[in-house]
């Protein structure tokens, strides 16, 4: 299975951080609404590169701040321990986590 992945480098006073958007590979251009929510699925933040997952999860544990959707790259992470699983999230059903490194 693959994820789309973009990583951006982010100076915060000198400090660089990673900040990546990953979501699986059937959600990129889509939105998705629930109430006055809504999550986009967009080019700008989320396409990136078609990664193995394997290789998308390796970036999320390098990575100070990662915001994944999607049921395989969401799942994944909550697997092998990188989000638990109180801290997924949905929106018309479809799963997000936000991880934040300090």
Known sequence: MRVYVRVKEVDEGGVFRKV??????NLLGK????????????????????????EALHIAETSENVMAVGEVIVGRLVEVGLAHPES???????????????
């Not at 990546?20 to 590979?25: K, S």
């Not at 939105?31 to 699925?41: A, M, S, T, Y």
Request: proline share 2%.
């Open 88 to 102: 997924v999230l949905r929106i018309a059903g479809v799963p997000y986590v936000i991880l934040l490194q300090v």
């Open 31 to 54: 939105i998705f609404r629930e109430g006055d929510l809504v999550l986009e699925i967009n080019e700008e933040f989320f396409g990136g590169d078609l990664l193995e997952l394997d």
């Open 20 to 25: 990546v958007g990953m979501c699986d590979e």
